[in-house]
């Protein structure tokens, strides 16, 4: 997982730490469903917000849905689970 900050340069002159907007990059091996999706977003958000001190409303998160295919561990290209 990755969290970036990101601000709107229109406003940099006026940005401090208390108006960052954080934004979160959640990359996975395979599919989620809504409601994990929800449920994690969920999760992170209270995390983030309990933790940074920021507004939930300012909180983003992507995730990235990979195939297994599209990433490799050691060298090795992950394979499906069985049954999916």
Known sequence: MEM???SSKKNQEFNNKENI???VNIRVAG???KEQ???ICRGVTDV???TAGKPKDSILIFIDELPHESIA???E???KPAGK
């Open 4 to 6: 970036h900050f990101s």
């Open 31 to 33: 599919t989620l469903s």
């Open 48 to 50: 983030i917000a309990e």
């Open 73 to 75: 561990k050691g060298g």
């Open 77 to 79: 290209l992950l394979q």
């Open 21 to 23: 907007m954080p934004y």
């Open 37 to 39: 999706k929800a449920k």
